[in-house]
């Protein structure tokens, strides 16, 4: 709900850069209260009602059938949004952070779910991955590939170092990598950025692990080195985050980097 307010507050100080379209659907994405009166009558419906108005049911399956209902509707919606995004924005440097900032935000949600599910072993972990695989939506890559039972280690292979997968955390760091190589740079420094000099160690890191390793759990059932891995690349991801603020959002060093070279189209 936060987010959907913060997206509400942002538009509306653009109003005249955003399409009809896109305005449509923020106006669909009801919040607090408008989440509270649909989760009401999505509960009437639950109890077979015709009434619209809010229900006092307060039956707890009833009420998460009714929940999952309305949240099914706000998933469709913000997909139709991120899909106009991408379809209609120019890609100026504007795209490009908006881009950067979706792989930063993926990148920590990824990490802290897979921390959830796999850092500790379970004794029987299929209907655990295959939640997980869900949640990613990469069930049917899973499947396509592997055509095997669900198992650690390949599902490691494909949320962790799969730069072909795009819910991937390789293919993030990627894709973050890229774009930042293709930022504009103060030609008067030698040398790489520190944002790059980040990305670079932080995508190796990854590169590099070991994936059997990380599937394999200690005595007391716990997978330490993918518990180590997670953790130092969550703890890189904010050095990356203020690196490229310092870099390209302060007013010194826009003056120094944009204005400089000319470039008028950078403003997000």
């Known amino acids: 709900a936060l987010a959907i307010h913060v997206l509400h507050r942002v538009a509306g100080k653009v109003r005249d850069r955003l399409s009809t379209d896109l305005w449509r659907i923020l106006g669909g994405l ?3 209260d408008d989440l509270a009166r649909d989760l009401g009558a999505a509960g009437n419906r639950a109890n077979g009602k015709a009434d619209p108005r809010p229900s006092r ?5 009833r009420r998460l059938i009714a929940m999952r209902e309305v949240m099914d509707r706000k998933v469709i919606s913000l997909a139709a949004f991120s899909g106009l995004v991408a379809e209609s924005m120019t890609r100026g440097q504007g795209w490009r952070f908006l881009d950067m900032g979706r792989r930063l935000e993926r990148s920590l949600h990824l990490i802290t779910t897979l921390r959830a599910t796999l850092v500790k072993a379970a004794g029987s972990e299929a209907s655990l991955l295959e939640a997980l ?3 990613t939506d ?25 730069e072909s997968n795009p819910r991937s955390l390789a293919y993030q760091l990627a894709a973050l990598a890229e ?3 293709q930022l504009p740079r103060n030609e008067s420094v030698p040398g790489r950025g520190e944002e790059q000099k980040i990305i670079l160690s932080t995508l190796t890191r990854l590169r590099v692990a070991d994936i059997d390793q990380l599937a394999q759990a200690d005595a007391s059932g716990h997978r330490r080195d993918l518990q180590e891995l997670l953790a130092r690349i969550e703890g890189e991801i904010p050095f990356l985050s203020d690196a490229l603020t310092r ?5 010194l060093q826009l003056s120094r980097q944009f204005l400089k070279s000319g470039d008028e189209g950078v403003g997000i």
């Not at 870099?247 to 007013?251: D, P, V, W």
């Open 30 to 32: 009801d919040l607090d």
């Open 57 to 61: 049911d307060h039956d707890p399956r």
């Open 133 to 135: 695989l869900l949640i």
């Open 138 to 162: 990469s069930t049917m890559t899973y499947r396509r590939r592997y055509m095997s039972s669900l198992q650690t280690a390949p599902v490691l292979d494909l949320l962790l170092a799969d």
């Open 179 to 181: 774009s930042i190589d």
């Open 247 to 251: 870099s390209y959002f302060s007013h």
